[in-house]
């Protein structure tokens, strides 16, 4: 049987878990219908989940449809793990995207389908809930060819709309169709028969049905088994994989979901440090243990220590880019209700960055932990589960928002071997200049580069590296240039004896506890400007409403950029986001509805924000001495 790895997307509560729950009652996986209100469904396995009746981890579910084997990744609706839903893009061989008869397209709906239209993935449209009250058939078809995207073909008609009755019949709009495709205009024009829909040139079928009735799941089962491509890849030849997702099985071992890109891997393989002990694969409704694991398919991998989200297994020609949304642009300090518990709840955090590497643990001086955050949401979430899972009680601070710094011009710094103040047996100079937003941090040599062990050169980038996560005033520096101007050591030196003397000779150790004064001082005269995340932003509302949403936008510092009759678009600080969502139901009669996404980082207006420093402080350069010649337990040396 092929095999077809499928993403369930949509906003939240579309209805995809109930969705789910009724593919796999078709396919005969489950004998009886799950309910999200009962928290009895397949998918929803965390505690949290079944309570809040939302999706936060993507489960995996693996079931036979006709002639394929289908591995099911049912995904968070909510933004505020939009995360989790990155992880799986890279994975899929095709997607459902789930919208309301009832809600229609959200915010989140389009957010989605934008990623999915740009990475390729061939995509059916399921309209969930025609048996609600308020469901709609021509508007929201026309709804979705205007806010998703024109290429649409609906493949059904829906008797007694809105109603528990509510039935499905198949029928391809032949019309619709021939906008999109010159063959099939030209065989109705020519009276010949119609050929078959194809996904594959981004149209997007659409269907419509009832996930709680089971009213077009056959229609929508026959679109996924027709009209979606199979996995490929060559079982035979060189191994790629990627990992999307990792847990903590029930003894506290580390389990990798790996999807196969291509070759076979075997229990016994050796994957970096470590070697795999156990393989299960997702097949006919559950993960069965085997001794491999081939292309296409999808698992779960034992014995990988060591392992992060997103390895790589091998090299695959196609890998789709990393970070296809924002990274958080949010930031807590996550406190222990008890002090004695500071311990255990590092520990608790360090694993689930594990599972989560966007929460990027930070302490403060003060040892305080903070997180990264897309939402408030995340705050619940991440409470419940250190209670659940860990025992621990957490209290939160202020949300804040994360800010970067970028270069204002030009600086450089460099202190000689051998020369005061510089106590470390090492010649480091570093230029800074600015980068174009994106483009990350590049180190250069203006040093010929034989010109010292390349040990430490390695010594020298890794290092400032490390030391732009933290710019003049405690923001990272994401983007600029620092090219290594000045180099120079001590080399290895004996005693008479032959005995090395390390107080004599270079190390790595110079070089890295230099470089941050170094870099500091270049930074200084460079000068930094932070910059605010800003979010991209369209307000649909009642068109007498916005001369009361303007005056609100201008003291959120949002600057519209276009208004209409019924909607108003701009851009507004990520830090007011939270705010203009909560104030808007109410400005708007509950009718307004809010789109953002983040858009690009600008200036801060008026002082600028500190973040707490964390670490030894090469601003201080008494203070970072003093610190790290007691924490390496070296003297220093002039």
Same mark, same amino acid.
């Given at each position: 049987?092929?095999?077809?790895?499928?993403?369930?997307?949509?906003?939240?509560?579309?209805?995809?878990?109930?969705?789910?729950?009724?593919?796999?009652?078709?396919?005969?996986?489950?004998?009886?219908?799950?309910?999200?209100?009962?928290?009895?469904?397949?998918?929803?396995?965390?505690?949290?989940?079944?309570?809040?009746?939302?999706?936060?981890?993507?489960?995996?579910?693996?079931?036979?449809?006709?002639?394929?084997?289908?591995?099911?990744?049912?995904?968070?609706?909510?933004?505020?793990?939009?995360?989790?839903?990155?992880?799986?893009?890279?994975?899929?061989?095709?997607?459902?995207?789930?919208?309301?008869?009832?809600?229609?397209?959200?915010?989140?709906?389009?957010?989605?389908?934008?990623?999915?239209?740009?990475?390729?993935?061939?995509?059916?449209?399921?309209?969930?809930?025609?048996?609600?009250?308020?469901?709609?058939?021509?508007?929201?078809?026309?709804?979705?060819?205007?806010?998703?995207?024109?290429?649409?073909?609906?493949?059904?008609?829906?008797?007694?709309?809105?109603?528990?009755?509510?039935?499905?019949?198949?029928?391809?709009?032949?019309?619709?169709?021939?906008?999109?495709?010159?063959?099939?205009?030209?065989?109705?024009?020519?009276?010949?028969?119609?050929?078959?829909?194809?996904?594959?040139?981004?149209?997007?079928?659409?269907?419509?049905?009832?996930?709680?009735?089971?009213?077009?799941?056959?229609?929508?089962?026959?679109?996924?088994?027709?009209?979606?491509?199979?996995?490929?890849?060559?079982?035979?030849?060189?191994?790629?994989?990627?990992?999307?997702?990792?847990?903590?099985?029930?003894?506290?071992?580390?389990?990798?979901?790996?999807?196969?890109?291509?070759?076979?891997?075997?229990?016994?393989?050796?994957?970096?440090?470590?070697?795999?002990?156990?393989?299960?694969?997702?097949?006919?409704?559950?993960?069965?243990?085997?001794?491999?694991?081939?292309?296409?398919?999808?698992?779960?991998?034992?014995?990988?220590?060591?392992?992060?989200?997103?390895?790589?297994?091998?090299?695959?020609?196609?890998?789709?880019?990393?970070?296809?949304?924002?990274?958080?642009?949010?930031?807590?300090?996550?406190?222990?209700?008890?002090?004695?518990?500071?311990?255990?709840?590092?520990?608790?955090?360090?694993?689930?960055?594990?599972?989560?590497?966007?929460?990027?643990?930070?302490?403060?001086?003060?040892?305080?932990?903070?997180?990264?955050?897309?939402?408030?949401?995340?705050?619940?979430?991440?409470?419940?589960?250190?209670?659940?899972?860990?025992?621990?009680?957490?209290?939160?601070?202020?949300?804040?928002?994360?800010?970067?710094?970028?270069?204002?011009?030009?600086?450089?710094?460099?202190?000689?071997?051998?020369?005061?103040?510089?106590?470390?047996?090492?010649?480091?100079?570093?230029?800074?200049?600015?980068?174009?937003?994106?483009?990350?941090?590049?180190?250069?040599?203006?040093?010929?580069?034989?010109?010292?062990?390349?040990?430490?050169?390695?010594?020298?980038?890794?290092?400032?590296?490390?030391?732009?996560?933290?710019?003049?005033?405690?923001?990272?520096?994401?983007?600029?240039?620092?090219?290594?101007?000045?180099?120079?050591?001590?080399?290895?030196?004996?005693?008479?004896?032959?005995?090395?003397?390390?107080?004599?000779?270079?190390?790595?150790?110079?070089?890295?506890?230099?470089?941050?004064?170094?870099?500091?001082?270049?930074?200084?005269?460079?000068?930094?400007?932070?910059?605010?995340?800003?979010?991209?932003?369209?307000?649909?509302?009642?068109?007498? =409403?916005? +001369?009361?949403? /303007?005056?609100?936008?201008?003291? $959120?510092?949002? #600057?519209?950029?276009? @208004? &209409?009759? %019924?909607?108003?678009?701009?851009?507004?600080?990520?830090?007011?986001?939270?705010?203009?969502?909560?104030?808007?139901?109410?400005?708007?009669?509950?009718?307004?509805?809010?789109?953002?996404?983040?858009?690009?980082?600008?200036?801060?207006?008026?002082?600028?924000?500190?973040?707490?420093? =964390?670490? +030894?402080?090469? /601003?201080?350069?008494?203070?970072? $001495?003093?610190? #790290?010649?007691?924490? @390496? &337990?070296? %003297?220093?040396?002039?």
């Amino acid at each position: 049987m092929s095999i077809l790895n499928l993403g369930i997307l949509a906003h939240v509560d579309a209805g995809k878990t109930s969705l789910t729950e009724r593919l796999l009652h078709t396919a005969g996986v489950i004998d009886h219908l799950g309910s999200v209100d009962d928290g009895s469904t397949q998918t929803d396995t965390l505690d949290l989940e079944r309570r809040r009746g939302i999706t936060i981890k993507s489960a995996v579910v693996s079931f036979p449809l006709r002639d394929r084997t289908v591995n099911l990744i049912d995904t968070p609706g909510h933004p505020d793990f939009i995360a989790e839903v990155e992880r799986i893009l890279g994975v899929l061989d095709g997607a459902v995207l789930v919208i309301s008869a009832v809600e229609g397209v959200q915010a989140q709906t389009r957010v989605l389908a934008r990623t999915l239209h740009r990475l390729r993935i061939p995509t059916l449209i399921f309209v969930n809930k025609i048996d609600r009250t308020g469901a709609r058939f021509d508007g929201l078809l026309d709804e979705i060819a205007a806010r998703l995207s024109p290429a649409i073909v609906p493949m059904s008609r829906v008797d007694r709309l809105g109603t528990r009755d509510a039935e499905v019949r198949p029928h391809v709009d032949q019309l619709r169709l021939a906008d999109h495709d010159d063959e099939v205009l030209a065989a109705l024009v020519e009276e010949r028969p119609v050929p078959p829909v194809r996904v594959r040139d981004r149209v997007h079928p659409v269907y419509f049905g009832s996930a709680i009735t089971g009213a077009g799941v056959e229609e929508l089962i026959d679109g996924i088994t027709r009209l979606l491509p199979a996995a490929t890849g060559d079982a035979d030849g060189p191994v790629a994989g990627t990992v999307f997702k990792v847990d903590r099985g029930p003894a506290g071992e580390r389990l990798a979901y790996l999807r196969m890109f291509g070759g076979t891997l075997h229990v016994r393989d050796t994957a970096g440090p470590d070697r795999i002990t156990g393989i299960e694969v997702f097949s006919d409704g559950a993960a069965e243990t085997r001794n491999a694991i081939s292309a296409g398919e999808i698992g779960r991998l034992r014995g990988l220590g060591s392992v992060r989200i997103g390895d790589a297994f091998g090299v695959r020609a196609n890998a789709v880019d990393q970070a296809q949304f924002a990274p958080p642009s949010l930031e807590t300090a996550v406190l222990a209700s008890h002090r004695a518990e500071r311990g255990a709840l590092h520990a608790a955090l360090a694993e689930l960055a594990e599972q989560d590497p966007l929460i990027n643990l930070r302490l403060d001086e003060r040892q305080d932990i903070y997180v990264s955050l897309y939402g408030e949401v995340q705050k619940e979430v991440l409470e419940a589960t250190l209670a659940e899972q860990y025992g621990l009680a957490v209290t939160f601070r202020e949300t804040t928002t994360i800010c970067i710094e970028r270069p204002a011009g030009i600086g450089a710094a460099v202190e000689f071997n051998k020369v005061d103040p510089n106590p470390f047996l090492a010649t480091v100079g570093l230029r800074v200049a600015p980068a174009p937003p994106g483009a990350g941090v590049t180190f250069a040599l203006g040093v010929e580069l034989g010109s010292m062990p390349a040990a430490f050169f390695t010594a020298v980038e890794q290092t400032v590296r490390e030391t732009l996560r933290q710019g003049l005033r405690g923001w990272a520096v994401p983007d600029c240039v620092v090219t290594m101007t000045h180099s120079g050591y001590s080399p290895r030196q004996s005693h008479s004896h032959a005995i090395f003397d390390k107080s004599m000779s270079s190390t790595g150790a110079d070089f890295r506890l230099l470089t941050p004064l170094v870099l500091a001082t270049a930074l200084r005269r460079a000068g930094t400007v932070v910059h605010e995340p800003v979010h991209a932003f369209r307000a649909e509302l009642p068109g007498d =409403t916005i +001369p009361a949403v /303007l005056p609100v936008l201008a003291r $959120l510092r949002a #600057v519209p950029l276009a @208004t &209409g009759p %019924a909607e108003v678009s701009g851009q507004i600080p990520a830090a007011q986001v939270h705010e203009l969502t909560r104030r808007l139901p109410g400005l708007t009669r509950g009718e307004g509805v809010l789109e953002s996404a983040f858009d690009h980082y600008a200036p801060v207006q008026g002082p600028p924000p500190v973040r707490e420093r =964390t670490g +030894p402080d090469p /601003l201080d350069r008494k203070e970072y $001495l003093l610190r #790290v010649v007691r924490r @390496t &337990g070296a %003297a220093t040396r002039s």
